[in-house]
């Protein structure tokens, strides 16, 4: 039987989820667990070996050829290990020491989740087809990853592009990362909606302060959730052209629960862009939405370890 199957991993804060992923990205068997992120680093070890065991009960499983991973960070993909912000529990984990525990001596390839997605898209999503480009993930947090002269560039550690710690504001408030005025603290979910609140918007009836009813609210034309918007924009588009300018990307990407607002994000997003990306090498930056949906991680895990095993993508 042919092994033409990669398995992959994707784990966060929130999820544990795996697949069997074909050679067109299809998932083929998936699973997933919630991610005891408050309990022991035993405890979360012990859900990604359920999720691996169910992979590994499927009749596909013979066809696999190697493991994928793509994680919260930050990771390192010399050591093998993880140690993931929003997972106590993990400091320098050995995760792949463990997860080749469960499958067997095959190969185990370890990339942080914004480099995952970044292997996605340039697979499947928006960035196919170019050589240079900046893929990223505006959600609870902001992460990333880079595409450059054709292939994935994952770094030394697999944390490559994560553009979210960027310091875009060098007065800025204090960054949990340690540094101060980063463009996660100015772009993410949360950090859009506590500044719309600070500045005197207010949730409707049901009492919804994500970053979603902001976005709502900015669409309906609401001036305070706007500025948010706005402001997050600015930040994005201050990272976005500072990894333009240093690398030659041809594009940005992105994806995650805040690029959901579309317009309300991408028009002052473009706008703002141009105020930065001002040399003559950037100045014909594209931004585009994501073209990968709720599996890219899992898509993007697999795509990563397909680069590591020399398979084209």
């Known amino acids: 039987m042919?092994?033409?199957?990669?398995?992959?991993?994707?784990?966060?804060?929130?999820?544990?989820?795996?697949?069997?992923?074909?050679?067109?990205?299809?998932?083929?068997?998936?699973?997933?667990?919630?991610?005891?992120?408050?309990?022991?680093g035993d405890d979360v070890m012990r859900a990604v070996t359920e999720v691996l065991d169910e992979l590994r009960a499927s009749d596909q499983w013979p066809r696999v050829a190697a493991v994928g991973i793509g994680s919260a960070g930050p990771v390192d993909g010399r050591r093998g290990t993880v140690s993931p912000v929003n997972i106590p529990g993990w400091r320098d984990h050995p995760l792949v020491d463990g997860v080749r525990a469960t499958v067997g001596n095959m190969p185990v390839s370890l990339v942080g989740d914004g480099v995952a997605i970044t292997a996605a898209e340039h697979w499947q999503g928006a960035a196919r087809g170019r050589d240079n480009a900046l893929c990223m993930v505006v959600s609870t947090g902001v992460g990333g990853g880079l595409v450059l002269d054709g292939r994935l560039h994952t770094g030394p550690t697999g944390n490559a592009g994560h553009i979210g710690h960027i310091s875009v504001d060098l007065d800025g408030a204090p960054c949990p990362c340690g540094a101060r005025g980063c463009v996660e603290g100015l772009?993410?979910?949360?950090?859009?909606?506590?500044?719309?609140?600070?500045?005197?918007?207010?949730?409707?009836?049901?009492?919804?302060?994500?970053?979603?009813a902001v976005a709502a609210a900015a669409r309906a034309g609401d001036p305070v959730a706007a500025a948010s918007f706005e402001r997050a924009a600015r930040a994005l588009a201050a990272g976005i052209a500072a990894t333009a300018t240093l690398v030659e990307i041809e594009i940005a990407v992105i994806g995650g629960g805040v690029a959901q607002a579309g317009e309300v994000l991408f028009g002052p997003l473009r706008r703002t862009l141009a105020e930065y990306a001002t040399l003559s090498f950037v100045r014909d930056l594209e931004v585009v939405p994501a073209g990968t949906g709720t599996d890219a991680g899992l898509v993007g895990a697999a795509a990563a370890c397909r680069e590591a095993l020399g398979r084209p993508v």
């Open 2 to 40: 042919d092994q033409d199957l990669l398995a992959a991993l994707d784990i966060g804060g929130t999820k544990i989820a795996g697949a069997l992923v074909d050679d067109d990205g299809g998932l083929l068997v998936s699973t997933r667990r919630p991610t005891p992120a408050r309990e022991s």
């Open 187 to 212: 772009a993410s979910g949360p950090n859009i909606a506590r500044r719309a609140l600070e500045d005197g918007w207010r949730p409707g009836p049901d009492g919804d302060t994500s970053a979603r």
